[in-house]
């Protein structure tokens, strides 16, 4: 890192601060050579690659557009779908890897969304998985009812 007052090419870190769920590291570094303090961030990246083979970094916010498309006219809070985004990208940053294709994102929405409103995850699942027909609705209700049954008492896990 290079001393943005005289441009040394070394700095010594004094202070470290993880911000923004860890995903954000702010330090201050002080130079050796004119002593100056000066403050860099640092951030981890997460890049998506779509289905064209462009990457991009990820976005909460594009995760939040197609869950709120999905939950329109639902009694789902603004409040519940920044805890469903902040959910799918926690999810995602588990797995480890620095890209991620924009398929498993996807995948990533179903299982908050389906315990946060079953319609809106019908919704969302018929337009990411590609429903043809009436047959492909009915067999993920069906799903739906299966696991609900099968959930203990209080919900869905």
């Not at 969304?113 to 067999?139: I, P, T």
Request: glycine residues 6%; charged residues 30%; hydrophobic residues 35%.
């Amino acid at each position: 890192m290079h001393c943005p007052f005289c441009r040394h090419t070394d700095s010594r870190v004094v202070d470290s601060r993880v911000q923004e769920e860890g995903t954000v590291i702010r330090r201050r570094r002080q130079c050796p050579e004119c002593g100056r303090r000066f403050g860099t961030v640092e951030t981890a990246t997460l890049a998506v690659t779509k289905r064209s083979g462009a990457t991009e970094p990820f976005s909460r916010e594009k995760v939040l557009a197609g869950v709120r498309k999905a939950c329109q006219g639902r009694p789902v809070t603004e409040d519940q779908l920044q805890v469903l985004a902040q959910q799918v990208e926690e999810s995602i940053r588990a797995m480890g890897q620095a890209e991620i294709d924009a398929h498993e994102v996807g995948l990533a929405v179903l299982d908050p969304l389906r315990c946060l409103d079953e319609v809106a995850y019908l919704r969302f699942a018929s337009v990411y998985q590609a429903f043809d027909s009436l047959e492909d609705f009915e067999a993920a209700i069906t799903l739906l009812r299966t696991e609900r049954d099968a959930a203990p008492a209080g919900g869905m896990p």
